[in-house]
């Protein structure tokens, strides 16, 4: 492979780091103007990383970068919408940091090497560029999540997000550095021919296997990997928050797809019941946990920590289809994940974190299409039909009892029940309880649009959800195509 | 344009213009709003017309558009179902609709709901079409709680009216009876043939003709149960006895939705239904004795409760019921054909009664009872005429076009061979007389003999009399004084009517312009239809009829075109049923009118049974509504109270919010709590997978 | 055992010992130094694997720079680290007992006979060289990675950045270019005062 070809291929993530240096510089030449231009250019940015990803889309799966690169569908598909989610997250936060004299260039281009992290990680072939890409994404995380440097609780939840995130990179890396031992080799298509092959040290693999699955299991978010998910999003200022919990997650998906399942399927039964516990024990503790919260980004933190509980449902059954209905589940995820936290920021206004759950009492009253949109979010996000969440859900039981796992899919949907509960208590505050205050609501024209297109985009895909579905499905089907 | 994106655009036509006044109709106001839903309606129209020409060119179709999801081996599709049954109600569907959309303009003329009962009858034809063009039964089942829904939104049309909430509700909730049968019966379908693709379907039948329910104890045949159970759903949706109860109670509704949905259109899907599912009904004789006795039912009895009413609309929904009923007796003779062949003629002049009926209404002032009116003919020379033509078509006078499709009914029962057979074709001979009589009743009551209007009302209001000064003549220049009305409009609960010495009039040209074009195919379609429809081809690749079934073999047999028909229908029974229908009627309330004063004393317990309504909605209210809120009432009391509020939920939500109490402590906000579970949970998965060893 | 397997248990030894010390000495510059001395056996470590240039570098880069750097910071802050601590001894035998389970567990896969089993060092010829093998690789097949990693760099630098630099307002500072380029007449301003009256006056 020459050097055009694999930049051809990989030149989504060329063309974004040379506009982060662009912007970096340019950003220091016109500040003061609302950050308008910095802005408008990252939005651009995005445009062209996805015009480059599309325009780059080649059948079939290219490795390039000695093995380190891969170029498939799924690469494509989740670039395509970690694109949208941090668009999205620009346009929901812009006013929101505006008044609060945090909207810097800083942010911006940290959000966009967060981004390119998340590029790497998703497009990664070799644990070595697996890790670099978590880092990057993960650093940048971090100093987004400090960059309010005048709240204490913001840079309790960085610090705790960085030692915490450090410990599990050390799992990670010592389990990558054990599975290295035991096969020869980092690459994931050759650890995997290895294994075919028989050419492995099993024990020594499993043991590896143990701290690759916790490491992940942190990115996820998943229980007992968690603690830090409550702290950190509660902490965190609210767009930050916003970029960890979505976009990121789609990376992770990428990651466990990459790691557990191109590389180590052979190993199925053994990473499969560790994720089973702890997919149970995620939904349990997120459920049960967002229940007692009174403030809404915490109670969204618990109930991602339930939904990655979900998510791990459709991998661990180890089928085609329950790969691809983790895959529709990470997506819509996404979806809603900004939604509900665009609401937030759509609520607040100078002065002022609509981050209470009373403060969504009587929101109907306020504004009424606000309050159908964030129904339709809460709805989707408690799983009940006609929104994606309930197709979301129902396609990862589904996937689950397929494979004969009839306990899991049975504690799921009871605990999906119960996280029905405080799902609908935030739709009971904004329909039947009374405002507390009448302030009204300020937001800009293209905030509330997108909250629009947002919570019907909810709605339409839970009533078509055919498309999204056979697109995860085909995505999926081809990255195994190698195996 | 392919056929298939044209196929794509009939429905979705309609459903831009719904969107389009339902979402945007203040934006657009009242003129855009008509004109883009008309113009999408008659889109829809033209396409239709494309597509029988094509269709008439041999060119069917059978294809999924969209798979909407796959559980396991089961797919959920979108897709059409393209062949002569289904083209020709397309244009049924569509053209009706059109007329009713054109109509609307005058009769919701000063409505304020005047937008939003325009995106009501788009989204009405949006889903009527998707019922009819559906390749497969989960799109059957969108289409028909899709119309349902909209009949719904529809008959409860002006909200403020009590009566129309009761009305709207009871069509709900008979509808629910109905469709309950008709998802069991889909469900059935696909246990016994696990797809719910038609063709497959189909194709699979003649394999499961004699399957067995495999429940113990009971030898129910899967395909009779199968029928009966899609019937119920069908008996809802066509108000077939004793589901009737909804549909004279649906006048509540405007009349163009009358006309279009409890006529025309929708109360014809289960026929519809039926008809698609031939190659079902098929396999069954016990199934085609049960909707053919119910369809002599409903054809009899709900004729005879036509004769005692005094609104003009539920005069026609009554006999909308009764040629229901026809319809039905025709398919349970498997004459499907013949049924969609009625189907097909009674849509146009039931449309045109009805539209003709709203213009009498609108004439009147929205006064519906025929006691005050009387001598129109003068008034309103176009709605006359063409009202005359639809009772001439409807009682089957020969040439017209329901004397076609009705006289074949009649031979093809009498041809039947089904045990139950003999019996029904005496009642519907008996429903030929009773049909003339009260089509002819309601005719003399309205358009003849002595002028009654402007008498009754001295009681009336005296606004009401500035306030309709000719508003209809008026439509035109009407926005400009629309204030004044529109607080009367809006509650319609009231009788209007003509105010002492005002003279009824003949409405716009958008009123009358439809029922001139619906008159044309009432007169005409039959003798041009009857013979390809019947006896020709037309419906041989979509409607299947099993060998032992001959019915209308045998009628073919006899048949030399449809003038001969015609000359021999002079010599034949129904005939001079009718006549008799017609003169009696013309005795009773045109010279004598004494006698059925006299009658009405005399047998006075049988007229108080059809005032009463065979006393139907009496035992429905006590039995089912009374019984089920005593039920309801018990288990609220126990069940949902003590044990479900009580011990299930507030005693779970009580064990769920301790467990999250003290799951939350754990989350102490220390980073070497966190850190150490991490590293706990690193132990356990290495113990876990040490024991997996 | 021969010398080399000697030398790596020795080495393997400290750096335990100093890994143990650095989370228990009481003195945070103990602690650091103890660090420095972790360092220095892993690269003693990697001298063994015939590392030179990452043995040398983590000596140059972390002992040299990163832990002299970090020894400035803790003297300059004057941690209390005991009061950090607190409570780090009552949860001690907790965090001990889970750390002996784990030490136990992986001893007993690392220590299975078949799990030791792997193939020996490659031998390398006197003149190979590590640096050039290092170098070729990185600008050749670690191409990707090699970015990456520059990349992670300048996203610390952009946030140590971010995180540190603060425009302070109403802080004074002095401006030397202005005040290089100062007048006499910017500065100083001559009063004319009336020369003081004579004595006469006064002698009255």
């Known amino acids: 492979m020459n050097l055009a070809t694999n930049l051809y291929h990989a030149g989504a993530e060329v063309f974004l780091l040379t506009m982060v240096c662009v912007i970096l510089i340019a950003d220091l030449f016109v500040a003061g103007r609302g950050k308008m231009f910095t802005y408008m250019m990252v939005q651009l940015t995005l445009l062209g990383c996805s015009f480059i990803t599309v325009a780059t889309h080649t059948d079939g799966v290219a490795i390039v970068f000695s093995n380190m690169y891969v170029d498939d569908l799924m690469s494509d598909v989740l670039k395509l919408l970690a694109y949208l989610a941090v668009s999205m997250m620009l346009v929901y936060s812009r006013t929101y940091l505006l008044t609060r004299g945090l909207f810097s260039g800083e942010f911006m281009s940290l959000a966009l090497f967060a981004l390119l992290g998340m590029m790497v990680m998703i497009s990664a072939s070799h644990f070595l560029t697996l890790y670099l890409g978590l880092e990057l994404l993960s650093l940048s995380l971090y100093a987004m999540v400090a960059l309010q440097r005048d709240s204490a609780v913001a840079t309790e939840a960085a610090m705790k997000y960085f030692i915490l995130g450090a410990l599990a990179s050390g799992l990670l890396l010592y389990g990558m550095s054990m599975i290295y031992g035991a096969t020869g080799s980092l690459e994931i298509y050759k650890i995997s021919d290895a294994i075919e092959q028989g050419v492995y040290n099993k024990q020594l693999l499993v043991f590896g296997l143990v701290f690759v699955v916790s490491g992940l299991a942190f990115k996820l978010g998943a229980v007992p990997f968690h603690m830090w998910v409550p702290d950190v999003y509660h902490g965190a200022p609210t767009p930050m928050t916003l970029l960890i919990g979505s976009a990121p997650k789609l990376a992770a998906f990428a990651f466990v797809m990459r790691i557990l399942v191109e590389a180590l399927q052979p190993l199925a039964i053994q990473w499969s019941s560790m994720l089973a516990i702890m997919a149970i024990l995620s939904i349990a503790i997120g459920n049960l946990s967002a229940i007692a919260q009174t403030n809404i980004k915490r109670m969204f933190a618990y109930s991602t920590i339930a939904h990655m509980g979900y998510l791990l449902l459709g991998v661990l059954s180890g089928t085609i289809e329950g790969y691809s209905s983790a895959m529709f589940y990470a997506v819509t995820y996404v979806l809603m994940t900004l939604g509900g936290f665009g609401m937030i920021m759509l609520m607040s206004r100078e002065g002022f974190e609509a981050d209470n759950l009373s403060d969504y009492k009587g929101l109907n009253q306020r504004s009424p299409w606000l309050a159908f949109m964030m129904l339709l979010l809460m709805f989707s996000m408690a799983g009940v039909p006609p929104t994606v969440g309930f197709y979301a859900k129902f396609s990862v039981l589904q996937a689950v009892v397929q494979t004969g796992h009839f306990a899991l899919a049975i504690i799921a949907v009871l605990f999906s029940l119960v996280g029905a509960f405080f799902y609908l208590r935030v739709v009971k505050l904004m329909y039947f309880d009374t405002p507390e205050s009448h302030e009204p609501i300020q937001y800009q024209a293209d905030t509330s649009l997108l909250i629009t297109f947002n919570g019907l985009g909810v709605l339409f895909l839970g009533i078509l959800p055919g498309t999204l579905m056979s697109i995860c499905a085909v995505s999926v089907q081809q990255s195994l195509l190698l195996h | 344009m392919s056929m298939q994106s044209t196929y794509l655009m009939v429905p979705a036509a309609p459903l831009i213009g719904a969107i389009a006044a339902g979402l945007f109709g203040k934006v657009l106001g009242r003129v855009w709003s008509h004109r883009i839903t008309i113009l999408m309606v008659a889109v829809a129209f033209g396409l239709s017309v494309s597509i029988f020409n094509d269709v008439m060119a041999g060119h069917t179709f059978n294809g999924s558009v969209y798979t909407w999801m796959t559980t396991g081996d089961t797919r959920f599709e979108v897709g059409f179902l393209i062949d002569r049954l289904t083209v020709m109600m397309m244009l049924v569907v569509t053209f009706v609709s059109l007329m009713v959309h054109i109509y609307t303009i005058g009769y919701m003329q000063e409505d304020p709901g005047y937008q939003r009962f325009f995106s009501y009858i788009s989204l009405f034809t949006f889903s009527m079409l998707m019922l009819v063009m559906s390749n497969n039964f989960m799109q059957l089942f969108f289409g028909w709680e899709a119309v349902g829904l909209v009949s719904y939104l529809l008959i409860g049309f002006w909200f403020t009216r009590p009566t129309a909430i009761y009305a709207n509700l009871k069509a709900f909730l008979v509808n629910r009876v109905g469709d309950f049968g008709f998802l069991l019966g889909i469900g059935l379908v696909l246990m016994v043939f696990g797809t719910l693709d038609y063709a497959s379907v189909f194709a699979a039948a003649g394999q499961h003709a004699a399957d067995m329910a495999p429940i113990p104890g009971i030898s129910a045949n899967l395909i009779t149960a199968i029928c009966i159970l899609l019937f119920i759903g069908a008996m809802g949706k066509s108000a077939q006895f004793p589901l009737h109860v909804w549909l004279p109670d649906s006048m509540e509704g405007p009349t163009p939705i009358s006309a279009l949905i409890h006529a025309a259109t929708m109360v014809t899907a289960g026929i519809f239904m039926v008809a698609r599912m031939s190659p079902l009904y098929e396999m069954s004789e016990a199934a085609l004795s049960f909707v053919m006795v119910i369809g002599a039912i409903t054809a009899l009895f709900m004729g005879f409760l036509g004769i005692v009413q005094h609104d003009i609309k539920r005069v026609v929904a009554y006999s909308t019921l009764s040629q229901l009923g026809y319809m039905t007796v025709a398919l349970g003779a498997s004459a499907y054909s013949v049924a969609v062949f009625h189907l097909m003629t009674h849509a146009f002049f039931k449309a045109l009664l009805f539209l003709a009926a709203g213009s009498v209404i609108i004439g009147m002032h929205h006064d519906q009872d025929m006691r005050n009116m009387g001598g129109l003919k003068k008034y309103m020379p176009i709605t006359w005429i063409t009202s005359l033509i639809g009772s001439l078509a409807l009682i089957g006078t020969p040439f017209f076009s329901g004397f076609y499709s009705k006289d074949s009914i009649i031979e093809a029962v009498g041809l039947s061979h089904l045990p139950v057979a003999g019996v029904v074709h005496v009642a519907v001979l008996i429903g030929v007389f009773v049909t003339a009589f009260y089509s002819f009743r309601m005719y003399f009551l309205v358009f003849h003999g002595e002028e009654r209007f402007g008498k009754a009302h001295d009681d009336h209001h005296a606004h009401d009399a500035h306030g309709h000064d000719d508003h209809a003549a008026h439509a035109d220049a009407h926005d400009a004084h629309d204030g004044d009305h529109d607080d009367e409009e809006v509650s319609h609960d009231h009788h209007h009517g003509l105010a002492p010495g005002q003279k009824p009039h003949e409405s716009p040209w958008v009123v009358t312009l439809p029922l001139v074009l619906l008159a044309i195919p009432s007169v005409a379609i039959g003798f041009i239809a009857i013979e390809p429809m019947l006896f020709g081809h037309y419906f041989t690749d979509a409607i299947f009829i099993s060998e032992h079934h001959e019915a209308l073999h045998e009628m073919h047999e006899e048949f030399h075109g449809a003038v001969a028909m015609g000359l021999h229908a002079f010599t034949s029974l129904p005939f001079w049923l009718a006549l008799a229908g017609v003169l009696t009627s013309w005795f009773f309330y045109m010279k004598r009118p004494d006698i059925p004063e006299a009658i009405k004393q005399r047998f006075s317990c049988i007229h108080n049974m059809l005032e009463e309504k065979y006393f139907f909605d009496r035992f429905n209210d006590w039995f089912f509504a009374s019984g089920a809120r005593g039920a309801s009432r018990f288990l609220w009391r126990f069940g949902d109270v003590r044990l479900i509020d009580g011990l299930v939920v507030n005693g779970s939500a009580w064990l769920v919010g301790r467990v999250s109490g003290v799951v939350r402590h754990v989350q102490s906000g220390y980073i070497y709590h966190y850190a150490f579970a991490m590293i706990t949970g690193v132990f356990v998965l290495l113990t876990i997978r040490n024991w997996f060893e | ?204």
């Open chain 3, 1 to 204: 055992m021969n010398v080399e397997s000697l030398v790596f248990y020795v080495f393997a030894a400290l750096m335990i010992f100093a890994g143990l010390r650095v989370i228990t000495a009481r003195n945070p510059v103990h602690s650091a130094m103890f660090l420095v001395l972790a360092f220095c056996s892993a690269s003693g470590i990697w001298m063994l694997l015939e590392a030179e240039f990452l043995s040398i570098t983590l000596v140059l880069v972390y002992v040299g720079a990163v832990m002299v750097l970090f020894l400035f910071v803790v003297m300059m802050l004057d941690i209390n680290l005991d009061q950090l601590r607190e409570g780090f001894w009552r949860w001690f035998p907790f965090g001990a007992a889970l750390a002996l389970v784990m030490v136990g567990e992986m001893v007993y896969v690392l220590g299975n006979r078949k799990t030791a089993a792997t193939e020996g060092l490659v031998r390398h010829a006197a003149d190979y060289s590590n640096i050039k093998e290092l170098g070729r690789l990185i600008y050749t097949d670690y191409v990707y990675p090699f970015e990456i990693a520059a990349v992670v760099l300048l996203v610390a630098m952009v946030a140590a950045i971010a995180l540190t630099l603060r425009r302070r307002i109403g802080v004074k500072s002095q401006n030397p270019g202005k005040q290089v380029l100062v007048k006499k007449a910017d500065r100083l301003r001559i009063v004319p005062v009336a020369a003081e009256k004579s004595g006469s006056d006064r002698a009255a």
